[in-house]
């Protein structure tokens, strides 16, 4: 079945340093999205960025990912962290005619002055 | 203005009582979806409609039951509560049919089951 795997719990990181959130995914599908989503706390999660091109950077808020379909890859990437950054990402995926998501585990970002 | 309106913001309900959480959104969208997260799934799935039909039921069970009474509405009924639902439950909603299909969360329903 599809799925996503966000392998890291919780990243920590120093404000001003580079951040990684990991996300790989398994998916029968041809046809597929991709998605960051980012939850503030007590907030509802909300797109961060969206990427469907192979190989392609995607950027906003600071924020970067490029899908990697020879790795089966979606990593979050930012290259300085900022304290408002801290809270839990979501990888997702979908398949575009269904729009059925699947979300990963989430990844709490803590960034720490 | 708020796009997805979900009421109540908090619920405290007592075990096997029954409850209706109301969502309703105004981005235009024919597809809306209710997931569900909780300290033990942190993301969860649970039901998605397109142009007021049920397209995807992840939920297994019957206690949880989708109703739309409009395009726009998506309410979801839980009937014979349990602790185990205390969750905050997250309504969203979607435009099919144009690719990248982002969905687009309402602020949630917390709710505690004692």
């Known amino acids: 079945g599809d799925s996503v795997t966000q392998t890291e719990g919780l990243v920590t990181v120093t404000e001003g340093l580079p951040v990684k959130l990991n996300c790989t995914y398994q998916?029968?599908?041809?046809?597929?999205?991709f998605f960051w989503y980012v939850q503030y706390l007590n907030e509802a999660p909300q797109v961060l960025l969206k990427?469907?091109?192979?190989?392609k950077r995607t950027e906003h808020q600071g924020f970067h990912a490029t899908l990697h379909k020879s790795s089966s890859s979606f990593h979050l990437q930012k290259s300085s962290a900022q304290l408002s950054d801290s809270a839990l990402y979501y990888c997702?995926?979908?398949?575009?005619?269904?729009?059925?998501?699947?979300f990963g585990d989430g990844t709490q970002l803590v960034v720490k002055p | 203005d708020p796009k997805i309106i979900q009421k109540p913001k908090y619920l405290v309900a007592v075990t096997g009582s029954e409850k209706i959480l109301i969502c309703e959104q105004y981005l235009g969208h024919n597809a809306m979806y209710w997931y569900r997260q909780s300290a033990k799934k942190p993301l969860e799935f649970m039901f998605s409609y397109s142009y007021q039909k049920l397209m995807d039921n992840q939920t297994a069970s019957s206690r949880f039951q989708p109703q739309s009474s409009k395009k726009n509405h998506l309410d979801l009924q839980i009937t014979a509560l349990k602790p185990d639902d205390s969750a905050t439950y997250f309504c969203?909603?979607?435009?099919?049919?144009?690719?990248?299909?982002?969905?687009?969360f309402g602020p949630g329903t917390r709710l505690l089951v004692l």
């Open positions: 997702a995926l979908s398949e575009v005619s269904n729009n059925r998501i699947f």
């Open positions: 969203a909603s979607s435009q099919p049919g144009q690719g990248q299909d982002t969905q687009y």
């Open positions: 998916t029968t599908y041809l046809t597929i999205a």
């Open positions: 990427s469907s091109t192979d190989n």
